[in-house]
């Protein structure tokens, strides 16, 4: 699962809190967050959230700007579920919440 976010976005400050108050439920799949803010946020954001804690989730930074160009993401969040064959599922503009996450996983499934 990708997760385009911005460290500042109330949205996707909730949407992370979401995420790990379900994590034990999650623990099947593997989140991407990423941002093409500076990674001095990103870092800020990652040690808020204590998410490096958590061997499912990896967070960076799009430095190419390829996400929000490619997707035509103007906002955040933006939510990718891909299936296990890596192929793109779901697309989800303005997040998406842990409940419908695991529901979405396993409808894919």
């Known amino acids: 699962m990708l997760v385009y976010f911005s460290p500042d976005?109330?949205?996707c400050?909730?949407?992370t809190e979401q995420i790990l108050a379900k994590m034990d439920?999650?623990?099947k799949i593997d989140f991407?967050?990423?941002s093409v803010e500076p990674l001095s946020r990103i870092k800020a954001f990652n040690n808020y959230y204590r998410l490096s804690k958590y061997s499912n989730i990896t967070i960076g930074r799009d430095y190419a700007f390829f996400f929000p160009i490619h997707f035509k993401a103007n906002s955040v969040p933006w939510v990718l579920i891909y299936d296990e064959k890596k192929k793109?599922?779901?697309v989800y503009?303005?997040?998406l919440?842990?409940?419908s996450i695991v529901q979405a996983?396993?409808?894919i499934e």
Do not use: A, I, P
């Open 9 to 11: 976005c109330e949205h």
């Open 13 to 15: 400050q909730h949407e």
């Open 25 to 27: 439920s999650l623990t």
């Open 32 to 34: 991407y967050f990423f």
């Open 88 to 90: 793109l599922e779901r």
């Open 93 to 95: 503009e303005g997040g």
């Open 97 to 99: 919440g842990s409940t």
């Open 105 to 107: 996983v396993n409808e």
